[in-house]
């Protein structure tokens, strides 16, 4: 079965690294996006790709990267980790027309601490 | 002003009542509507699509008022199973979704 797919799906790390979060999916979906979640903002937009090399900032890209090298894959990357990044990260895949359909498909989740 | 907006609760509702949630959007553009329910510490999930002449799935009901900007959802004979957050989403007419905060149901037996 065709799934989406995130690592780690717990990570702690130290204010200043570098940390990446992985996202593989097997849907063969033209879309993927990456979404933090935090009590009180709910799911906010970080990153998103409409296909190979092709991404695009979202609401809350500050301190954030991806890059889209091939279909399956849409790695985020902290450029330099701070506390504020601490949250949940769901990463998330459609077909191309998701706004007719609503269909995204997400991960299990990222669970981020940075101390 | 949030593009979307919803009372984030808890609603705390017995076994068995209906419930209703309201939702709010800013953008009078907005061309298509959602509703998504996620479980504690889960992904979220499509729970159905609303459309303008409102539509039904089961117990679950959705509606939507463009004139007043708002969408809602309404839970008939409410089941234990249906504790989650149920989440808004509307797509402003381009390949992205944006949520609401989410609003959190608990059922009591």
């Known amino acids: 079965d065709a799934e989406i797919t995130q690592s780690p799906r717990h990570k702690i790390t130290e204010t200043g690294r570098q940390v990446t979060l992985a996202c593989h999916q097997t849907w063969n979906h033209n879309n993927m996006f990456w979404y933090r979640q935090d009590l009180g903002h709910g799911l906010r937009l970080i990153h998103y790709s409409y296909g190979v090399q092709d991404t695009n900032k979202g609401e809350v890209s500050d301190g954030y990267s991806v890059s889209r090298s091939n279909t399956e894959d849409l790695p985020l990357t902290l450029e330099s980790a701070a506390s504020s990044q601490t949250s949940v990260y769901f990463c998330?895949?459609?077909?191309?027309?998701?706004?007719?359909?609503?269909?995204?498909?997400f991960g299990e989740g990222s669970r981020l601490t940075v101390l | 002003r949030k593009e979307v907006e919803q009372d984030p609760g808890p609603f705390n509702v017995p076994e068995g009542a209906t419930v209703a949630f309201n939702c709010t959007y800013s953008n009078s553009a907005s061309q298509s509507f959602f509703w998504y329910r996620q479980d504690c510490r889960k992904e979220p999930k499509l729970l159905m699509s609303?459309?303008?002449s409102g539509n039904e799935d089961g117990r679950f009901t959705a509606q939507l008022n463009r004139a007043s900007q708002y969408i809602s959802l309404l839970i008939r004979d409410s089941k234990l199973s249906d504790s989650a957050t149920y989440l808004c989403v509307v797509n402003f007419g381009n390949e992205k979704l944006t949520f609401g905060t989410g609003t959190r149901l608990t059922i009591i037996p």
């Open positions: 609303v459309y303008s």
């Open positions: 998330a895949s459609s077909d191309t027309g998701v706004g007719n359909t609503g269909e995204l498909f």
